[in-house]
C-alpha cells in the first residue's frame, strides 16, 4: 500500500512552453502533498505544500507564477512548470501525506520526473 | 528553525562489511521524528528507518539499525552485512510530532554511499 506514481517519468520541452506534472496517491487519499525539486547529487528542497481544496503554500524564493500547483482532487495534485526556461530543468519529486495515527503521519514519494527545457 | 547535517559527502565499504553514517540536528523541539531514506540510482525515495524522539530504544530494521543520542542530537545509521543494493544516497529528515498539521520535512545534504566487492 501507500503508493504514489507520477506522470510524465520524464519530459523533454522547448523553452517558453508549458509542462505539467502530475502526482497521484494510488491506494490512498491525500489532503496534503508536497513538491520537491532535487538537482544532480544534491538534497530534495521544498517548493510548495499543496492542499486539496485550497491554496498551495510556496516556499520562500518559488515563484508561485512560475510554479502553479493544484490539488483539486484528494488523490491528484499537479505542478505546471509555465514558460519553462533552461534553468528550470530539474528532478520534480512529490509526496503524498498519509495519516498514520493521530499524531503521526508520514511522506510517500512519487518515483519523480525529470525535466528536460531545451 | 530545524537544521539538519551529514558531514560524509561520501562512503565506501566493502560487501559484508559494516559502515556507519552520521547526522545530526538542530532543534528547539521536544516531540519531533527522525528518518533515514535511501535513494538509490532509480532516484526513488525509500523509507529505510524511523526514530521518534520520546523513545529511548534505537529503531531498528533488519541489517540497518540507529544509534539515536538525544542530548547530543545525533542520529546515525548503521548499516550491516552491506550488500551491493545498499549502493545510494542516504538522507537524514527530520519533522516536529504535531498533531493534526503536515508537517514539512528538513532534509540533510545526504551521504553518497558506494558498496564494493
Known amino acids: 500500500g501507500a503508493v504514489v506514481s507520477q506522470h510524465p517519468s520524464w519530459v523533454i520541452c522547448k523553452s517558453g512552453t508549458s509542462v505539467k506534472i502530475e502526482c497521484r496517491s494510488l491506494?490512498?487519499?491525500?489532503?496534503?502533498m508536497f513538491w520537491y525539486r532535487q538537482f544532480p547529487k544534491q538534497s530534495l528542497m521544498l517548493m510548495a505544500t499543496s492542499n486539496e481544496g485550497s491554496k498551495a503554500t510556496y516556499e520562500q524564493g518559488v515563484e508561485k507564477d512560475k510554479f502553479l500547483i493544484n490539488h483539486a482532487s484528494l488523490t491528484l495534485s499537479t505542478l505546471t512548470v509555465t514558460s519553462a526556461h533552461p534553468e528550470d530543468s530539474s528532478f520534480y519529486i512529490c509526496?503524498?501525506?498519509?495519516?498514520?495515527?493521530?499524531?503521526?503521519?508520514?511522506?510517500?514519494f512519487g518515483p519523480g520526473t525529470r525535466l528536460t527545457v531545451l | 528553525a530545524q537544521t539538519v547535517t551529514q558531514s560524509q559527502p561520501e562512503m565506501s565499504v566493502q560487501e559484508a562489511e559494516t559502515v556507519t553514517l552520521s547526522c545530526t540536528y538542530d532543534?528547539?523541539?521536544?516531540?519531533?521524528?527522525l528518518f533515514w531514506y535511501k535513494q538509490p540510482p532509480s532516484r526513488q525515495m525509500i523509507l529505510v528507518i524511523r526514530q521518534e524522539a520520546y523513545k529511548q530504544q534505537n529503531a531498528t530494521e533488519n541489517r540497518f539499525s540507529v544509534n539515536f543520542q538525544k542530548a547530543a542530537k545525533s542520529f546515525s545509521l548503521k548499516i550491516s552485512d552491506s550488500q551491493l543494493g545498499d549502493t545510494a544516497m542516504y538522507f537524514c529528515?527530520?519533522?516536529?510530532?504535531?498533531?493534526?498539521?503536515?508537517?514539512?520535512?528538513?532534509f540533510g545534504t545526504g551521504t553518497r554511499l558506494q558498496v564494493t566487492l
Open positions: 509526496s503524498a501525506l498519509l495519516l498514520i495515527s493521530s499524531s503521526y503521519n508520514e511522506q510517500f
Open positions: 532543534t528547539s523541539e521536544s516531540n519531533y521524528y
Open positions: 529528515a527530520f519533522i516536529e510530532r504535531i498533531a493534526g498539521t503536515a508537517s514539512k520535512l528538513t
Open positions: 491506494d490512498f487519499q491525500a489532503t496534503t
